[in-house]
């Protein structure tokens, strides 16, 4: 159901997900059908206008969100913004946000902005991620954490950190970048109270895919947006001079949705319609397993950097390596691509959809041989590019 070329065995999934074969079909469609033949009339024909809350029901589906509880638009970055400004509102006597150092740094950047803008005392605190439970106190106002370490793919646990951050009346943020479609979520049992992520890692939406941003249905109606943009007015096509957000998920949208990259997400969905999140995740598991297996008795030299025991983990293996940047040249140079993560990591995603013990193996030997024989010490491998 995927195009990859020939020849590449493709473990990068995590960060970009791979062309679905039905896509270009889907999206050449909407251009000539919708936006050629009905012009401007398809935001009614075509529902356009309907997409961001149509598709976000369909990953609500996959991360344990009811419907009409997600919505998708902007990018992720975005999204924390206003995550992270509406959770701050509804927690007005506490100025800290905690999160950890594992996170991505968009995350923390995003914050960061934010806090400044506002200029009323607030501060941004990191812990360890094995420290974030005995940082939590009536202090922190909001908890933005991020389920898998992009890095080490170390995996908190949701449940528990929810509660115990509920406790101390703390609102809790989760960042789903690298879970969507990788492994389970239920944020309905989590009683997670905002949540957002990506498109373009495991659910295959296509570079620049847009985002999604879930609201707890407790705070749906209290939340006052941040970005206040026409498309979250209660009522765009009245022309108010007045804000007046709009009802439930709808006023987290901002201007007008992408629906170009919407139509390309959907094609991507049809696929995530066939499958169940367990089967993925217990796929998964397995080849982790088995290539951190595989590797560790044929490069003794890499350490292994993220948790062993799969329950921990999300669905990538990383590897550290002090010739990390031109090890993953040397091994993409050979037909295996994964990513560098500074300072030292190797980065391998494992997505069940398209990768099998074959790959696995494949891809193992080909590290071998790229470790021990040194293919990576070659000056066209050393230089950095500005995506790593
Ligand atoms: C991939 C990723 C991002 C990327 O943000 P964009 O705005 O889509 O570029 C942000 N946060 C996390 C945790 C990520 O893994």
New binding site residues.
């Given amino acids: 159901m995927f195009h990859l070329p020939e020849g590449v065995i493709y473990l990068d999934g995590n960060?970009l997900g791979p062309l679905p074969k039905a896509t270009p079909e889907k999206v050449g469609s909407m251009l000539t059908q919708e936006w050629g033949d009905m012009l401007i009339t398809g935001w009614n024909k075509a529902d356009w206008m309907g997409q961001p809350a149509r598709i976000g029901d369909r990953i609500g589906k996959l991360i344990g969100a009811p419907a009409g509880y997600v919505v998708m638009g902007?990018?992720?970055?975005?999204?924390?913004y206003q995550a992270v400004a509406s959770a701050l509102e509804l927690n007005q006597s506490r100025k800290v946000v905690l999160s950890d150092n594992g996170?991505?740094?968009?995350?923390l950047y995003m914050v960061d902005g934010l806090l400044k803008s506002l200029n009323n005392g607030h501060e941004l605190r990191l812990a360890d991620p094995e420290n974030v439970e005995a940082e939590l106190s009536e202090e922190i106002a909001v908890l933005m954490l991020?389920e898998?370490d992009?890095r080490t793919g170390r995996k908190h646990d949701m449940k528990t950190i929810t509660e115990k951050a509920h406790a101390l009346g703390i609102i809790v943020i989760w960042?789903l970048?690298?879970s969507a479609g990788a492994v389970e979520v239920d944020l309905t049992a989590c009683d997670a109270d905002f949540a957002?992520?990506?498109t373009?890692?495991y659910l295959n939406g296509g570079p620049?895919a847009p985002?999604f941003i879930y609201v707890a249905p407790k705070h749906q109606n209290n939340i006052r947006p941040a970005l206040s943009g026409w498309m979250g007015h209660a009522s765009p096509f009245a022309f108010d001079l007045d804000y007046q957000a709009g009802a439930g998920i709808e006023r987290m949208r901002v201007g007008t949705p992408p629906v170009i990259a919407l139509t390309a997400l959907e094609a991507s969905l049809d696929i995530w319609d066939m499958v169940s999140m367990a089967d993925v995740r217990a796929k998964s598991i397995q080849l982790c397993d088995l290539f951190i297996s595989e590797v560790e008795a044929r490069c003794p030299n890499l350490e292994l950097a993220s948790p062993r025991d799969g329950n921990n983990r999300g669905s990538q293996v990383s590897f550290k390596f002090e010739h990390a940047y031109a090890g993953m040249q040397a091994l993409i140079a050979n037909g295996v691509i994964g990513d560098f993560r500074a300072p030292n990591s190797m980065r391998f995603g494992f997505t069940p959809l398209y990768i099998d013990e074959d790959d696995v193996v494949g891809a193992a030997t080909i590290l071998e041989r790229v470790i021990n024989e040194k293919l990576w010490d070659n000056p066209q491998y050393q230089t950095r590019s500005r995506v790593t």
């Fill in positions: 960060s902007d990018t992720l970055s975005i999204k924390v996170n991505f740094p968009t995350d991020t898998v992009y960042d970048a690298h957002v992520g990506c373009y890692k620049g985002a």
